[in-house]
C-alpha cells in the first residue's frame, strides 16, 4: 500500500487525478495506521501490513481494492466521501447492484473494518457492507481508498473474526469486468476523456511483492505492480 501513498506525491496540475486497481496474491491483513494488532490476531501466520489510513483490519485476498488521489478534492471529509461514493455506486449500478451509504456511527474497538458501515462506506438494499474506505488528507490533497470484498476467503474469515465473512458478489463482479466498469465510470464522472498511457516508476520489492493491478490518471492508465501469479 506504499504506491498508495505515493500516488500523492505525484499530484500536479497537468496529474491532478490518479486512479490505482489492485489485488493481492495471498490472503493479507492490512491494519488501520493507528490501530494496535487485535489480540486475537497475534500471533497467526498470515502475513499482515499497516495502510497510511485509519479504520480497522481489513481482509484481503478476495477483494479487489481500488486507490483514488485528488489534487483540489472537495472540502470536507463528508463531502468528499459522498462524492466519491457516487462514483462507485454507478459503478455497481451499471452490474445490476445498488449500494447505499452506511448509517452507523463510527465505534472505536471494532477488530475488523467490515464489522460496521459508517457513512464512509457502501452496503447493499440487505445492509451488507460491500466497500470500506478510508482516507488520508495532505496537504489539501486527499487520497481515498478502499476493499470492495468480491469473494472473501469464508473459512479464513471465520477463523480470525469469529464472524461469518460477507456472501460473495455475484458472478458478473468478477475482478477484471468490475475494474473496467469503474475506470468507465470514472472517465464519465471525473475526467471526461479517454486515459493514456502513464510509465509508473519501479517500486521497492516489498511493495510489489503481495500486489497487482492497474493505475490512471487524468491523462494516463498503465500497470503498475508486477503481474499477478
Given at each position: 500500500?506504499?504506491?498508495?501513498?505515493?500516488?500523492?506525491?505525484?499530484?500536479?496540475?497537468?496529474?491532478?487525478?490518479?486512479?490505482?486497481?489492485?489485488?493481492?496474491?495471498?490472503?493479507?491483513?492490512?491494519?488501520?495506521?493507528?490501530?494496535?494488532?487485535?489480540?486475537?490476531?497475534?500471533?497467526?501466520?498470515?502475513?499482515?501490513?499497516?495502510r497510511p489510513t485509519g479504520g480497522a483490519a481489513?481482509?484481503?485476498?478476495?477483494?479487489?481494492?481500488?486507490?483514488?488521489?485528488?489534487?483540489q478534492p472537495p472540502r470536507g471529509q463528508r463531502r468528499a466521501y459522498r462524492l466519491l461514493n457516487q462514483w462507485l455506486q454507478a459503478s455497481f449500478a451499471q452490474l445490476g447492484s445498488?449500494?447505499?451509504?452506511?448509517?452507523s456511527e463510527q465505534q472505536r474497538g471494532q477488530q475488523h473494518c467490515?464489522?460496521?458501515?459508517?457513512?464512509?462506506?457502501?452496503?447493499?438494499?440487505?445492509?451488507?457492507?460491500?466497500?470500506g474506505s478510508a482516507q488520508l488528507w495532505q496537504r489539501g490533497r486527499l487520497l481515498q481508498h478502499g476493499s470492495i470484498q468480491l469473494q472473501p476467503p469464508a473459512q479464513l474469515w471465520q477463523e480470525l473474526f469469529d464472524e461469518?465473512?460477507?456472501?460473495?458478489?455475484?458472478?458478473?463482479?468478477n475482478p477484471e469486468r468490475l475494474q473496467e466498469?469503474?475506470?468507465?465510470?470514472?472517465?464519465?464522472?471525473?475526467?471526461g476523456s479517454t486515459p493514456n498511457q502513464l510509465a509508473w516508476p519501479e517500486e521497492p520489492e516489498r511493495l510489489a511483492a503481495i500486489t497487482s493491478g492497474n493505475a490512471a490518471t487524468v491523462s494516463a492508465t498503465g500497470p503498475s505492480d508486477k503481474p499477478k501469479g
Open positions: 500500500m506504499g504506491l498508495d501513498r505515493w500516488m500523492l506525491s505525484q499530484l500536479s496540475d497537468e496529474q491532478p487525478v490518479l486512479l490505482r486497481f489492485y489485488q493481492w496474491q495471498q490472503p493479507t491483513l492490512s491494519l488501520g495506521h493507528h490501530q494496535s494488532t487485535p489480540p486475537r490476531l497475534e500471533g497467526l501466520n498470515i502475513p499482515m501490513v499497516r481489513v481482509l484481503h485476498g478476495g477483494d479487489l481494492c481500488y486507490a483514488i488521489a485528488l489534487a445498488a449500494l447505499i451509504d452506511g448509517s467490515f464489522a460496521q458501515a459508517t457513512g464512509a462506506d457502501l452496503v447493499d438494499p440487505l445492509g451488507i457492507k460491500r466497500i461469518p465473512a460477507p456472501p460473495a458478489l455475484p458472478e458478473g463482479f466498469v469503474l475506470l468507465q465510470q470514472v472517465e464519465q464522472w471525473l475526467l
